[in-house]
């Protein structure tokens, strides 16, 4: 078994978590990671063309992801199970909503998301709930595939820690689901990334998947990635394919900047509007189709 996956199948919690989820009998967890001091924008409303109503805060962070495999729970149901046991936990709903009542998949985009296959979100078919007690706050997204459920739970406390707040080892813990993706198909989107719109300037995130990359590259030492930048048919393939690979430099800047990624693992092109995730006919597809990806361009050797 390749050493990463062995990670993530191994994997369990480093630390006791203030909210400790009780769920269906198979669940399994897809993916987790930690963090002393970092930002977590929690939604309190929906998205709307005037703006989202978000908390920003600081503090120590957790982000964890599970599958329930085979299990035919509704995301309504789901919900309702996690959201019965928060409130025993002491919590205070701030906000919930359901996918149309969330702001569709304009919420979905604008909202932290462990990335695939660690946490799948249907566009159709999401649930979010917000809460908090005291210092701690907590998000939580359920959707579901055609088989198996998924939940995704991000705590962060605010409250000052009089203790260090153990991290797990790099090479397990920050989006592990993005580094199997990289190995098992070869490429991953880094959707939690933001852009003006029109614009190349890399919004000042912070993004967990640029801090899983960088954890992924310092756990592989092998491994080399070509950032693609992608957009909609909007404008010439002139134009886009320049506008494309300026989004993907100013990502490749900001992973060596501020990750300590040496510059000779990352490369940066543009492909403009040539490889679509979808059609360009709505602006839910020309939204998917605006992204950059990480193309894993030299694959580590498998263990003997």
Known sequence: MRPLLAAVLALAPATALAFAPQLPPGAAETAASESPAT??????????????DRATLEGARRDRAWRLSANQLTTTQIL????????????????????????GFAFRYETFT??????????????????????????????????????????????PSQTPVPTAPADASASPGLGLQLEMQGHV??????????????GPGPFPSLEGLA???????????????????????????????RRAEAVRERLIRDHGVAPERV??????????????????????????????????????
């Open 114 to 159: 462990l990335p695939e296959p660690a946490m799948h979100v249907d566009l159709g078919d999401f649930r979010f709930l917000s809460a908090r007690r005291g210092s701690d706050h907590l998000g939580l997204l359920v959707s579901r595939s055609s088989e198996s459920g998924f939940v995704q739970l991000t705590e962060l406390s605010t409250a």
């Open 215 to 245: 954890a992924y590259l310092a756990a592989t030492p092998l491994a080399r990635v070509a950032l693609v930048g992608h957009t909609d048919t909007e404008g010439s393939l002139e134009a886009n394919v320049t506008v494309s690979r």
């Open 39 to 52: 930002v977590y924008h929690l939604p309190l409303g929906p998205w709307t063309q005037a703006g989202f």
């Open 267 to 304: 490369s940066a092109e543009g492909a403009g509007w040539l490889a679509p995730r979808t059609g360009n006919q709505t602006p839910e597809g020309r939204m998917q189709n605006r992204r950059v990806e990480a193309v894993l361009t030299t694959t580590p050797p498998k263990p003997q």
């Open 189 to 202: 989107a880094l959707d939690d990334l933001s852009f003006e719109s029109g614009a190349t300037a890399l």
């Open 80 to 103: 309702g199970l996690l959201r019965d046991q928060i409130r025993a936990d002491g919590y205070d709903i701030l906000f919930e909503c359901e996918t149309q009542s969330c702001g």
